[in-house]
């Protein structure tokens, strides 16, 4: 099977494997599926036998060129998933996102689909366990970064199950995990989202120093009493509600 490594090309291969990420997602066939980079379609299939509406965006023209030819029904977009439009799908209904996903473009992509939310009814993805980890951090642990509160203001998060890299052809180096983010219904909004998004990025880009020195220009030596934050701690000691006080603080005090 000829692979594109630029393309993070690693495809599910173990058949009871697909059949339980099959399940996990349970498309109905009232419900519109996207899948991101179907390969040779391995998950591709099972969802098409659910009967929903299915589209699926492949970046790899020989691979879009040989689905088109061995599920016709499908509707393939052939498109690099990082410069796609969502406004250019149908939007009666809100998207199941899925896919086992190009382990290069993962974080990247969820911060785009982060961005789309409003037309997303939930994701499941397979990434790389580390990711997965870092995703589902808890506050002051070593997993805890900007994908953890980023993913945490959007998204509930889930871990389901690993995944042994036994179960791809090539066999990748790491372990993987499927996750299911499910967007939060109603969340405590950042009034000035730029602007949390901004703070988040700066403290977690100098992790080690104290927030009173990486988050100089947002928040004085005066502010941590009122937001009740300690001077000393670090950007991962602080809880994603601080991080939004933080912020909405910052824009109080700017208005
Ligand atoms: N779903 C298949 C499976 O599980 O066997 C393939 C998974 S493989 C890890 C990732 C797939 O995403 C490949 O088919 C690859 O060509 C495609 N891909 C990589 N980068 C992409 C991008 N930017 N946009 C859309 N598809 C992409």
Redesign the pocket.
């Given at each position: 099977m000829r692979t594109?490594k630029?393309?993070?090309?690693?495809?599910?291969?173990d058949q009871n494997l697909?059949c339980k990420i099959a399940d996990t997602i349970n498309p109905q066939s009232d419900q519109h599926v996207l899948?991101?980079?179907?390969?040779?379609?391995?998950?591709?299939r099972l969802l098409v036998a659910s009967d929903c509406h299915l589209d699926v965006?492949?970046?790899?023209r020989d691979?879009a060129a040989e689905l088109r030819l061995t599920i016709p029904q499908l509707n393939v977009i052939e498109?690099?998933?990082?410069?796609?439009d969502f406004t250019q799908l149908p939007t009666d209904q809100r998207l199941r996102v899925v896919?086992?996903?190009?382990?290069?473009?993962s974080t990247p992509?969820i911060f785009k689909l982060f961005e789309n939310l409003d037309n997303i009814q939930d994701m499941h993805f397979?990434l790389q366990l580390e990711v997965v980890n870092r995703i589902i951090a808890d506050p002051s642990t070593p997993d805890y970064g900007r994908l953890s509160v980023m993913s945490q203001y959007y998204c509930q998060a889930d871990k389901l199950f690993a995944v042994p890299p036994d179960a791809?052809v090539p066999r990748p180096k790491v372990t993987s995990a499927i996750v299911r983010l499910l967007p939060k219904e109603s969340r405590e909004e950042a009034t000035d989202l730029k602007l949390f998004e901004k703070i988040v990025a700066q403290a977690f880009s100098m992790r080690r120093k104290t927030i009173r020195n990486s988050l100089k220009g947002f928040i004085d030596d005066s502010d941590f009493l009122a937001l009740d934050l300690d001077q000393k701690s670090r950007a991962e000691n602080l809880t994603l509600q601080n991080y939004i006080d933080i912020a909405n603080y910052s824009t109080k005090q700017a208005s």
């Open positions: 594109r630029r393309f993070g090309q690693n495809f599910l291969h697909i899948e991101i980079g179907p390969g040779h379609g391995a998950l591709t965006i492949e970046i790899d691979l498109a690099d998933i990082l410069d796609f896919g086992n996903l190009p382990y290069n473009i992509l397979m791809f």
